[in-house]
């Protein structure tokens, strides 16, 4: 249950503070109807995605890896985004100095139309070439063939997203450290804050003065930083904190 107090203490959270930065995790696309990682329908063919988005998985079994990208494309393709993701782009339009740091690949912050956008762990959408580097976004699914080859040089295609064990690109992270640490207030929604340095964003911001605000139906590994916690669903909880 959302209780009123919270809510109003986030509200005036939020008219008194100009640099307010958002971030976001699997949650806030599970309304749309996207799985997250850890609910029972992360799984797909009896395996975690633990074990399947690492560069060794793909070195090993490209074409495994391929057909479960594919599969979570095509689910994708189908989803729209939600309330909290619309309530996302009001605010970055009422909000003097915003930005949104997201940890999904889904591309439905910026379907919704998001702009000040970091996103952490790149997007499903991007296609890589494994030989010559061209990179480019095909929205297409199914895929061609699996695993898809590039038009330029017919060397392997790789899924544009940051694995586990990968580096995180570098300009991104180092504008979502810079953010993070001048925010007066830094929302951490929908994300179970299990993976770093994504969840330290949120340190980084307490540790530097920013008022935490937490919206997530469940406890968190962030919940004991936020100074305000939200228990909810992020597409009711955002569209009332804004309304
Ligand atoms: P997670 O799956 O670990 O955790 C999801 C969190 O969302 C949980 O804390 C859960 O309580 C919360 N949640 C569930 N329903 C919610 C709702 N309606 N509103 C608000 N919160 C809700 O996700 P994570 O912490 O983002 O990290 C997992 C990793 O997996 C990330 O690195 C991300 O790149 C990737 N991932 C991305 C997508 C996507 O792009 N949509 C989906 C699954 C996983
Ligand atoms: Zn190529």
Redesign the pocket.
Known sequence: MLDEKSLKEARSLLEGSRRVRAL?????????G??????HD?LWKKFR?EEL?TPEAFARDPKLVWEWYDW?RGL?AKTRPNP?HRALVELEKSVRDFWLI???????HQLAGSERILP???N?WELRCLGCGKSGEDRRAPLPELPPECGECGAMLRPG??W?GEGLPQETLSKSIEVSGDAELFLA???????EP??SMARIAREAGAQVIE??????SLSSVADVVLR??????LPRLLG
Do not use: W, Y
């Open positions: 976001t995790g699997a949650g806030v696309s599970a309304e749309s996207v799985p997250t990682f850890r609910g992360g995605p988005a979570r994708i909290g997201t940890q999904n690949v889904d591309g439905l952490l762990h790149g499903i997203v940051v586990f929604i929908g994300t179970a804050g299990a993976v994504a969840a919206i997530n139906p469940e406890e968190s909810g669903k992020s597409g009711e909880v």
